[in-house]
């Protein structure tokens, strides 16, 4: 089985008291985090996941609300459960130093301290996989700020295959990127205004139909997606949300949404349920 928990979907702004952007992805071999905004350790302890379970993080792109959660996930570490198993953190180039000066600007004497568990950092380029136990990591550019390079990530799982906006203006690439994929987390900033750097839902809704996935979840979710939720077809991520892969191989295309899923804060469906079916 293939989980993808949502910890946070919050935008930088924590819009709606949502968490920074962080998810936990559990595969038969490997647990690892995608992003670490710094609301990590709340994130895992309202859900009582023991952070000690986590693997390796990978980090999509070095804004703070993406990486910013890795000085605390060290911190706990370190105190309060003390680990000796290695952590491995992977990300864009720039991902070791950009991470150690803010651990240095957070906790200066620690961060200067030598580890109490091997950390290791592994920088990823656009287009070169990369094996994490028994998942293929595939990064692919997108399009956010051009000072970063900034990436989203298709994991593939023993032909379970979930793939990872990141943040990034729209493209017509992640059609391609999120073929054939259970879930497409796929990242809405805003409802309509349309920003260089980030997707709004009028964007995705207008390609909706043309991405072979099974599911798209919008995340990443900014304060005017938020106030407009009713008016969304698309399934929102919230935070403590879990979803389960089902396997590509018996994906038909365009069907949506079949993947299984529990939801500990599951509400009940809308009225707007067949309205949005018609607007995707
Ligand atoms: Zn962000
Ligand atoms: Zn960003």
């Known amino acids: 089985m293939v989980k993808v928990t949502i910890l946070g979907c919050g935008d930088a702004f924590g819009a709606g008291g949502r968490l920074h952007s962080a998810y936990l992805v559990e595969t038969p071999q490997s647990t690892f985090l995608v992003d670490c905004g710094p609301t990590i350790l709340q994130a895992l302890k309202r859900l009582r996941i023991d952070p000690e379970r986590i693997d390796a993080v990978v980090v999509s792109h070095l804004h703070g609300d993406h990486f910013g ?12 459960a003390p680990r000796s ?32 568990f091997p950390l290791s950092y592994q920088e990823l380029t656009p287009g070169t996989p990369h094996a994490l136990a028994d998942v293929r990591i595939v990064p692919f550019a997108v399009q956010h700020v051009s000072e970063l390079c900034c990436m989203g990530y298709r994991f593939e799982v023993d032909g379970r295959v979930f793939v990872y906006s990141g943040d990034s203006a729209w493209t017509d690439d992640f059609i391609t990127h999120a073929r054939g994929a259970d879930l497409f987390l796929c990242e809405c900033s805003t409802f309509e205004p349309e920003v260089p750097i980030h997707i709004s839902y009028r964007e995705i809704a207008a390609h909706a139909r043309d991405i072979d996935c099974r599911r798209i979840v919008l995340t990443h979710l900014g304060a005017e997606t938020l106030r407009r939720q009713r008016e969304i077809s698309l399934d929102c991520a919230r935070d403590g949300m879990t979803l389960e892969l089902a396997g590509t191989r018996q994906v038909s295309p365009r069907a949506r949404p079949v993947a299984p899923r529990t939801d500990a804060r599951r509400r009940p469906k809308k009225a707007s349920r067949g309205r949005a079916r018609r607007a995707r």
């Not at 959660?69 to 309060?80: A, T």
């Not at 198993?85 to 200066?108: D, S």
């Open 69 to 80: 959660g890795l000085p605390f996930l060290f911190m706990q570490y370190r105190y309060e």
């Open 85 to 116: 198993r290695p952590l491995a953190v992977y990300g864009p180039p720039g991902i070791g130093e950009r991470t150690q000066r803010l651990f240095e600007a957070l906790y200066e004497k620690s961060a200067h301290e030598p580890m109490n």
